[in-house]
C-alpha cells in the first residue's frame, strides 16, 4: 500500500468517528457537549440506569401540557426526541425542578440554554437542561429546588406554539425527565369540593314553645 493511500484511510477513519460522535463532536439537540447519540436511555451496558425522584415542582407552571413526550428511537441513529416539550407562553419563569448547581448558562445554536447538576444524584449526576431560556443565573451558581433559573425565550423553540425543551442526562445518557417527578407532582390536579354521602343525618330537635305546650297539655291531663 502506498504511502498516499495510507495517509488517504487515515484521514477518512478520522473523519468517521468525528461523524459518529467522537470527542470533537458537535453539541446536539441544543444541549451543551456533543454526544454521539448511541445512548439514549440506557448505560454502557445496555440497562436504563435508575433515576430517583427528587423532583419537588415542574419547571413551568404547576401542571403544563405535555406536548410531546421522550421518544428514544428504535436505533442508535434514528429519529427520536430528547426530552418533553411543556406548553409555556414566552416570559414564563423557568425554575430547576430539584436543587443543584448551575453547570451551563449560555446560548447553543442561537438558543438559550439553562443545565443543572442535580445534588445527591450520584456521579456523574443527573443533569437536567431547559431551553430555550433566557439565563437569570451564571455558571456554578446553586440553585434550590424551585428556584427561577431564567424565563422562557420567544423564539428558538422547535413546537409549533410556545414551549419548553425539558432535557435530561446522565453523562451521555439521555433519560425522561418525567422520571424526576414523583407520583404525587404527576397526578396532582386542582382541589375540588365533592358531595358527601351514606353520613347519617343528626335528628332534628323540637322547638322550645312546642316542647312547653306539650308538657301543659301533658299536666292537665294529669290533673283533671
Request: charged share 15%; proline share 11%; net charge positive.
Amino acid at each position: 500500500m502506498s504511502a498516499a493511500l495510507s495517509a488517504l484511510l487515515s484521514a477518512l477513519a478520522v473523519a468517521a468517528a468525528l461523524v459518529l460522535g467522537g470527542p470533537a463532536a458537535t453539541a446536539r439537540g441544543g444541549e451543551p457537549g456533543g454526544d454521539s447519540g448511541s445512548n439514549w436511555g440506557r448505560d454502557s451496558a445496555g440497562v436504563s440506569p435508575p433515576v430517583p425522584a427528587v423532583g419537588r415542582v415542574w419547571p413551568v407552571g404547576s401542571r403544563p401540557s405535555v406536548v410531546r413526550g421522550w421518544e428514544p428511537p428504535a436505533t442508535a441513529y434514528g429519529r427520536g426526541h430528547r426530552g418533553v416539550d411543556l406548553t409555556a407562553a414566552p416570559g414564563t419563569p423557568v425554575r430547576t425542578v430539584a436543587p443543584g448547581r448551575v453547570s451551563f448558562a449560555g446560548r447553543v445554536a442561537g438558543r438559550g440554554v439553562v443545565s443543572v447538576e442535580l445534588t445527591g444524584t450520584g456521579d456523574p449526576p443527573l443533569r437536567t437542561t431547559y431551553e430555550p431560556v433566557r439565563a437569570t443565573v451564571e455558571k456554578g451558581a446553586v440553585v434550590a429546588a424551585g428556584e427561577t433559573v431564567g424565563v422562557l425565550e420567544p423564539v428558538g423553540s422547535h413546537c409549533p406554539a410556545s414551549c419548553l425543551h425539558w432535557g435530561l442526562r446522565r453523562a451521555d445518557t439521555y433519560l425522561d425527565p418525567l422520571s424526576l417527578l414523583p407520583p404525587w407532582l404527576l397526578s396532582r390536579g386542582p382541589s375540588r369540593l365533592l358531595p358527601v354521602t351514606g353520613v347519617p343525618q343528626p335528628k332534628a330537635k323540637p322547638d322550645a314553645a312546642v316542647a312547653v305546650a306539650v308538657a301543659e297539655t301533658l299536666a292537665l291531663s294529669a290533673g283533671g
